[in-house]
């Protein structure tokens, strides 16, 4: 049972967390030694996770390049179009946190696509971190789902254990009644049998006196046939 209770425990410090809030910023990162404007958001959460989805955001993108510092993203399609620019990505990473940023050299950008390019990859950032967040809380209904399904299987297994319990106790003490009427009943044949075998032993002492009388009367008759001459 006390598993159960930790369990509840860590569900409800997991849960008790305030609800994130995705900020996206603008700062500046060197992208071909030239300093850029590029969007950038802080998350909360461990750095494996942040970097898996954070990978997966940009292959959705188009075809990413990771050996590189930043990474490139080529053929991006944005908002469902698809540029021959390219966007650059980055992770930095801290003790608690990781913050991320995308961006473009618009210089690389046909002029009138820039404007509208960071636009779109600045509320595309921003629905990144909400997705990321929403997910990491999927994660915890889930664990919390497969909790609650863990102590009702629990609950089912112990009411079903007392049903069980309830039934052989019934069928015990209605053994017991039953060995009571038995060992009453024996009692009661055991001083019958007690009181017939007094009879018996009397009977047979009684047969032995006449069996005694007889063979002493026989005797006489004997004794008496053989004086006849």
Known sequence: MNKFF????CLFVAGAVQSQTVTVNKQNEKIKNESTEVFSTTLEGKKEAIQAAWLRFLKDMGKVKQGSDPMT?????INGTTFSGTVYAGRKEGDKS???WIGISPSEWDSKDVTYANRELQ?????????FYRDQVQIQINETQEALAAVEKQQQRLLNQAKDF???LSNSEQEKLQLEKTLEANKLESAALRIRLENNKKAQDSLILVTDQIKKVMTTYKEKQGKIN
Not at 6 to 9: A, G
Request: hydrophobic share 40%; no cysteine; aromatic share 8%.
């Open 6 to 9: 930790s369990l509840l425990f």
């Open 73 to 77: 993203v080529t053929e991006p399609t």
């Open 98 to 100: 990781t913050e991320v």
């Open 123 to 131: 509320k595309m950032l921003h629905q990144f971190g909400v997705k």
């Open 166 to 168: 309830d039934l052989k």
